[in-house]
Antibody
Framework: QVHLVESGGGVVQPGTSLRLSCAAS????????MHWVRQAPGKGLAWVAH????????YYEDSVKGRFTISRDNSKNTLYLQINSLRGEDTALYFC???????????????WGRGTTVTVSS | QSVLAQPPSASGTPGQRVTISCSGS????????VNWFQQLPGTAPKLLIY???QRPSGVPDRVSGSKSGTSASLAISGLQSDDEADYYC???????????FGPGTKVTVL
C-alpha cells in the first residue's frame, strides 16, 4: 500500500530551524518527484517546494526561497524539508505529496501524507 | 491576492449539480493542466481530477472536470451530504516557476 508519513514538526521559537521528514513506502520512491505543501490554520493549501526524482531540479514558492531547502535520500525512501529562520507565518500543517513518475504512470499529487504540524511561537 | 480565482463558496441541495470555477491566466491554466482536490475537515487533500478532466480510480463519474482557455471547472452532480468539503484547483505557473493553488471553494449541501 502506498504510504507517506511526515514527521519532525513541533513548537519552535522564531529564528530557529527545523527539519521535516517524509517517509515513503509501497512504491519506487526514486522514480517519483515529490512536493511539500502547507496549510496555515484555517487557511487554504499553499504549495511550498518541488524536487525531481533524482534530487537535481528544485523549485520553491517565492516567499520561502533562501530559507527552505528540499532534499531527498533515495536510499532511505525519505524526503526532507529544512526550514531555517522560522517565522510566525510558517506556522502550518506541512504535507508531503507524490509528484509525477518518470514513467508517466501516475498523476501529479495523487498521494498525500497526513501532515506534520509546525508552530512558531515565542 | 491569489494567482488563481475560485468562488469562496458554492451550495446545492441533495441531488443537484454544483460547478466550481478556477480562473487563471495564459502562464498557468492557459498552458498547463489542472488538478482538483477535495479536502474534508481535518484530513489530507484527496485528488479528484488530474490533467483537467481525468478521474483517478475510485472517484465516481458524477465528478467531472473541464478546461477552456484560461479557466477550469469542477462539476459534482447528484450532490450528496458527504460532498460537503473544501475544493482546490492547482496548476503549474510558467512565470512563477512553481505550482499555485486556488484559494479554495467551500461546498455546502443544503
Amino acid at each position: 500500500q502506498v504510504h507517506l508519513v511526515e514527521s519532525g514538526g513541533g513548537v519552535v521559537q522564531p529564528g530557529t530551524s527545523l527539519r521535516l521528514s517524509c517517509a515513503a513506502s509501497g512504491f519506487t520512491f526514486s522514480t517519483y518527484a515529490m512536493h511539500w505543501v502547507r496549510q496555515a490554520p484555517g487557511k487554504g493549501l499553499a504549495w511550498v517546494a518541488h524536487l525531481s526524482h533524482d534530487g537535481i531540479h528544485k523549485y520553491y514558492e517565492d516567499s520561502v526561497k533562501g530559507r527552505f531547502t528540499i532534499s531527498r535520500d533515495n536510499s532511505k525512501n525519505t524526503l526532507y524539508l529544512q526550514i531555517n529562520s522560522l517565522r510566525g507565518e510558517d506556522t502550518a500543517l506541512y504535507f508531503c505529496a507524490r509528484g509525477h513518475s518518470i514513467y508517466g504512470s501516475a498523476p501529479n499529487m495523487d498521494v498525500w501524507g497526513r501532515g506534520t504540524t509546525v508552530t512558531v511561537s515565542s | 491576492q491569489s494567482v488563481l480565482a475560485q468562488p469562496p463558496s458554492a451550495s446545492g441541495t441533495p441531488g443537484q449539480r454544483v460547478t466550481i470555477s478556477c480562473s487563471g491566466s495564459s502562464s498557468n491554466i492557459g498552458t498547463n493542466s489542472v488538478n482538483w482536490f477535495q479536502q474534508l475537515p481535518g484530513t489530507a487533500p484527496k485528488l479528484l481530477i488530474y490533467s483537467n478532466n481525468q478521474r483517478p480510480s475510485g472517484v465516481p463519474d458524477r465528478v467531472s472536470g473541464s478546461k477552456s482557455g484560461t479557466s477550469a471547472s469542477l462539476a459534482i452532480s447528484g450532490l450528496q451530504s458527504d460532498d460537503e468539503a473544501d475544493y482546490y484547483c492547482v496548476v503549474w505557473d510558467d512565470s512563477l516557476l512553481g505550482y499555485v493553488f486556488g484559494p479554495g471553494t467551500k461546498v455546502t449541501v443544503l
